[in-house]
């Protein structure tokens, strides 16, 4: 029987200090399947964190057509992926409203990359996100979320629509699919992999 | 469970204004905080916290990131963020912020990354 922390109640137990994350972000534009993706490869139950925008934001209110309100809340939904006994893997979904994710404190600071779900009914949908990975320079790859009535585009034809760099991965899926947005994530990794291994090697 | 009942102030302000003492965000070192920091409590609540103090000591004893407190504690993240600098500041919890690819100066961590796709592969 372990007794150690007997006398200090709220001390985890040893082990627990060892702990650590690391974070990946599900991009893309409103209704390409970010929240679904999340929900189908996390072990708990996806969750939902608020932002709250308060009165510092009076001239965004009326730019975004609040005005009224005192107060706007952005949501963000997670979910959590156990690697292993001390390493955790959160998956963000990123706000459907490109225009307020510069609330987030380091959103992808710190991020190890990121997923930018593409619908091919929709690739304009997607443009903003691939922007903004660009510009905050998070490595990511794009994976096409498969919809019931999705044309069959040739993934080389998608990739010249959305003007993707040819080192960067773009995979079809179906995010409803666990295995699907496992394989995702796979890929992503490797992918990360593939850039610190030229990045080491000698010039 | 007992979580927090919605505020009946329908902005939620009030009530975030007497959580925080009115302080609008973080000080020192939990301005750094992110949404996958994890937090672990290092100390027992005390006899009359402030409830929501006592709340995170509580769901912290394991390791807990700053967006799962937020969501059960029905939380905004930069109100959590203050009641976290609190607890920081008194050295009742840890945080520890999530491990990027590679900090800046130091080569990426292929291990890592290694570490990560064992684990998704054993999904």
């Known amino acids: 029987m372990d007794l150690k922390g007997f006398d200090r109640p709220g001390s985890p137990t040893p082990g627990e200090g060892d702990t650590r994350s690391v974070k990946v972000m599900i ?13 189908s490869v996390s072990d708990i139950k996806p969750l939902t964190t608020e932002e709250t925008l308060t009165q510092a934001s009076a001239d965004v209110d009326h730019l975004i ?20 006994d001390t390493l955790m893997l959160y998956l ?23 997923v930018v779900l593409v619908d091919t009914r929709r690739l304009a949908s997607s443009f903003r996100a691939i922007e903004e990975m660009e510009r905050q320079k998070v490595p990511f790859v794009i994976a096409l ?3 019931p009535d999705s044309r069959d585009y040739p993934v080389e034809e998608i990739r010249d629509a959305l003007d993707i760099p040819p080192h960067t991965p773009v995979v079809t899926f179906d995010a409803r699919d666990r295995t699907a947005s496992r394989d995702v994530l796979v890929t992503l990794i490797r992918h990360l992999k593939d850039r610190s291994s030229a990045a080491l090697e000698p010039r | 469970m007992s979580a927090p009942r919605r505020p009946t102030d329908p902005s939620g302000l009030e009530r ?3 959580l925080t ?37 509580r ?3 394991e390791p807990l990131s700053v967006a799962e407190l937020g969501a059960h504690l029905h939380l905004p993240f930069n109100i959590l963020a203050v009641l976290l600098s609190d607890l920081l ?15 800046a100066g130091r080569g990426p961590d292929l291990a890592l990354l290694e570490e990560v796709l064992s684990g998704l592969e054993r999904l």
């Open chain 2, 89 to 103: 500041q008194a050295g009742r919890v840890e945080a520890r912020d999530p491990i990027p690819a590679h900090d």
């Open chain 2, 16 to 18: 975030y204004y007497v």
């Open chain 1, 27 to 39: 991009a893309g534009g409103f209704g390409t399947g970010k929240t679904t993706m999340v929900r």
């Open chain 2, 59 to 61: 769901r912290c004893r």
């Open chain 1, 65 to 84: 057509g609040v005005a009224d309100k005192t107060q706007t809340t952005v949501s963000l939904d997670f979910g959590k992926i156990s690697l292993n």
């Open chain 1, 92 to 114: 963000f979904g990123t706000p459907g409203q490109e225009r307020f994710w510069f609330l987030w404190n380091g959103l992808f600071k710190g991020a190890l990359g990121a």
């Open chain 1, 145 to 147: 979320n498969v919809f």
């Open chain 2, 21 to 57: 003492g009115g302080r609008s965000g973080p000080g020192g070192s939990a301005s750094t905080l992110d949404v996958a920091t994890l937090v672990v409590s290092r100390a027992a609540p005390l006899p009359g916290m402030q409830h929501e103090h006592e709340e995170i000591l």
